[in-house]
């Protein structure tokens, strides 16, 4: 293990920016976090760093598997040189330089129910669907915010557990809207108007709380209310018919109200799955990823490995454990057709390892990490997809992918290197 300085101070030299967006009360909390990253390939090691240089308690990387060729398309903490070395161990000591408030240290050991009782947050990535099933299941029952997140190719995937019970104590970080009040009705419900040189920036739904009222004082200091926009320069509040007459004055004050959140453990949202859509150009693509993802976890407990680049047969085989999928619970497409030919493009890309798109995930599940530990900012809603096909080349006659063409063809030492298979 990596013991750096940890304490329970911030440095506010070294979080300024991050203050200025999380405020010290999400930097406590995420000051009393310990954080699980499983798999230390590219996205994990991009997950971790994010973690790490955001200042959470401490951070232990896990994988039990040794270092291979392919890792270094991604993996900027390994080199050559540590091929056959265990992931990481090698990237425990790299990783704990970068911020010596937050101790880094390994484990390589297989996962099991007891270690992860001692994380507020477990991230898996490399994982099968059985072990994100059963660590997804101890996750929940024992209130562990839980996130699985994954790369193939040019697509990707996040899932968010963060329990039966969530609270959001601030959905936006928005700054508090207040408004000037320049009359108050007595009826049911009270309308409030403001004055007209600034509209009051409120919006439905949205709670506020009144000072300075002359008259009507009831409203003075009162508990949160919740309005009804009526218009840019009035909103409807609660019955005032038997307050105080209204005199003049008074401000209106947003108060930013907790929201308590419920999430599916990842065995009912494999089932009834709730996405929250990453690219409104590709809206219809979620569900066929959906089913296209755990068919490429069948394709892999099958044949031990993922579809060649650009194989044909592999890609074929992939469909129909999609077809098949999508025929033993047709729910997940809600009569939708399958989209066979994005199925077919996940096969084609998925052992490609690629540093953009796992910046891209690995931002993104950094971000729903300090989400869970903070209780700032809404999480994911609980599955997202994301794919970035528009990065292939068109075909042609000139170019023209194939499995032949698409084979690793650079020796190293007579050993072959990962092209990724997206060349």
């Known amino acids: 293990m990596a013991?750096?300085?940890?304490s329970t101070e911030i440095d506010e030299g070294l979080y300024s920016r991050q203050l200025y967006v999380l405020g010290h009360e999400a930097m406590k909390k995420m000051k009393n976090s310990n954080v699980l990253i499983s798999g230390m390939k590219g996205l994990g090691v991009e997950i971790a760093k994010n973690i790490i240089l955001g200042g959470v308690k401490s951070v232990t990387v896990h994988d039990e598997g040794n270092t291979e060729w392919n890792d270094l398309s991604s993996q900027f903490y390994l080199t050559e040189g540590d091929i056959g070395r265990n992931r990481a161990e090698i990237s425990e000591g790299r990783l704990a330089e970068l911020n010596n408030h937050v101790p880094v240290s390994s484990h390589t050991r297989r996962l099991t129910e007891d270690f992860l009782?001692?994380?507020q947050v477990v991230v898996l990535t490399s994982s099968s669907l059985e072990e994100q099933l059963w660590v997804g299941d101890s996750c929940h029952r024992s209130n562990i915010k839980?996130?699985?997140?994954?790369?193939?190719?040019l697509f990707?995937?996040?899932?968010?557990?963060?329990?039966?019970?969530?609270?959001?104590?601030?959905?936006?970080?928005e700054e508090l809207q207040h408004a000037t009040v320049m009359w108050i009705t007595k009826n049911n419900p009270g309308l409030v108007t403001c004055l007209d040189e600034r509209r009051h920036g409120f919006q439905t739904g949205d709670y506020v709380t009144f000072s300075e009222i002359q008259g009507m004082t009831e409203l003075n200091n009162c508990k949160p209310i919740e309005v009804q926009v009526n218009d840019p320069y009035s909103f409807l509040i609660c019955d005032t018919s038997n307050f105080s007459d209204y005199k003049k004055g008074g401000i209106a004050t947003e108060v930013k109200m907790p929201q308590e959140l419920t999430f599916k453990p990842l065995r009912e949202a494999l089932k009834e799955p709730t996405y929250q859509i990453s690219?409104?150009?590709?809206?219809?693509?979620?569900?066929?990823?959906?089913?296209?993802?755990?068919?490429?976890?069948?394709?892999?407990?099958?044949?031990?490995?993922?579809?060649k680049p650009w194989g044909t047969d592999d890609a074929e085989r992939l469909v129909a454990a999609a077809n098949k999928l999508s025929k033993e619970d047709p729910s997940i497409l809600n009569e939708e057709p399958l989209n066979e030919g994005l199925v077919r493009k996940l096969a084609n890309v998925a052992t490609g390892?690629?540093?953009?798109?796992?910046?891209?995930?690995?931002?993104?599940?950094a971000q729903e990490v300090m989400k869970a530990c903070s209780g700032k900012f809404v999480p994911l809603n609980q599955w997202m997809y994301f794919d970035a096909l528009e990065c292939l080349p068109e075909e042609s006659e000139d170019f023209l992918s194939t499995e032949e063409s698409c084979q690793p063809?650079?020796?190293?030492?007579?050993r072959p290197y990962d092209t990724t298979g997206l060349y």
């Open 3 to 6: 013991t750096n300085e940890n």
């Open 117 to 119: 009782y001692q994380f």
């Open 146 to 153: 839980f996130i699985v997140a994954d790369t193939k190719g």
């Open 156 to 173: 990707g995937q996040v899932f968010c557990d963060f329990g039966k019970r969530f609270v959001v104590t601030d959905p936006n970080s």
């Open 279 to 307: 690219d409104f150009g590709k809206v219809n693509r979620h569900k066929t990823l959906h089913i296209a993802f755990q068919a490429l976890h069948q394709f892999v407990k099958e044949y031990g490995c993922l579809p």
């Open 353 to 365: 390892n690629l540093s953009p798109i796992n910046a891209f995930i690995g931002g993104i599940t």
């Open 409 to 414: 063809n650079i020796q190293y030492e007579d």
